[in-house]
Every structure is written in C-alpha cells, then in structure tokens.
C-alpha cells in the first residue's frame, strides 16, 4: 500500500487562497498517476484535478482558472493551490494515487481509479 500523508486546509472567507499538500515515498509522485478529489456531507466523492508522471494536468469545470495542481518529485510531495474560493468548494479533501497510468480510461476525475488514499483534510469557506 502507499501511505499518503496530508496537510493544509482550514476556514477562509471566500475570495482567499490555501494550499493543500500531500507526501508520500520516493518515487510516488514521479511513477503513479494522482490527483485531488473532495466530498461535502451528503454529496458524491468527485475529482478536482490529476496530473500524470509527465506533468500533464485534468481539472473539473468547476475549479479551472483557480485551482492549480502541481508536484515536487524530489520532495515527494504533491500540492492543490486553490485561489479565488468559494463557498461550494467547502468539502472534505483528498489526495490519492492510482497503481495504473490510466491512458485509456475515459474520465481520470473518476474517484474509482484511484486505490491509495490520504487522510483527507477539511476545508471551510464561508460567505
């Protein structure tokens, strides 16, 4: 199994900024497919962004042009930026990593893809 270890979130007004992280052992962030996913109570799991080991990024509709995702292979570690926020992007975050490449599944934000899973990290905007 890979242990996926998450920081970041807490309550912002909306409108400001957090960065989530998440670590993991060598060579994790550089080998497997991984990506950000979030759940509010009540709601179905769905996949913020993914990147790939070549760097190439997915993102939801919903979050394009203010969430970035990106990673630090050296430092085994994967982060979410997430700027302009609003009160709909309150939810429980997760990082999580696939043990496939996922090159011909049709939706990469599928939640199913994925089988190692962070802690999750909760996130509160308020209006």
């Known amino acids: 199994q890979v242990q996926l270890l998450q920081s970041g979130g807490g309550s912002v007004q909306a409108g400001g900024s957090l960065r989530l992280s998440c670590s993991a052992g060598?060579?994790?962030?550089?080998?497997?497919?991984v990506g950000w996913f979030r759940q509010a109570p009540g709601e179905a799991r769905e996949g913020v962004a993914t990147?790939?080991?070549?760097?190439?990024?997915i993102y939801a509709d919903s979050v394009k042009g203010r969430f970035t995702i990106s990673k630090d292979n050296a430092k085994n570690t994967l982060y979410l930026q997430m700027n302009s926020l609003k009160p709909e992007d309150s939810a429980m975050y997760y990082c999580?990593?696939?043990?496939?490449?996922?090159?011909?599944?049709?939706?990469?934000?599928?939640?199913?893809?994925?089988?190692?899973w962070g802690q999750g990290t909760q996130v509160a905007v308020s209006s």
């Open positions: 999580a990593a696939s043990r496939g490449l996922l090159t011909r599944v049709a939706n990469k934000l599928n939640f199913l893809n994925y089988e190692d």
């Open positions: 060598r060579f994790v962030f550089s080998s497997n497919y």
């Open positions: 990147i790939d080991t070549a760097g190439s990024t």
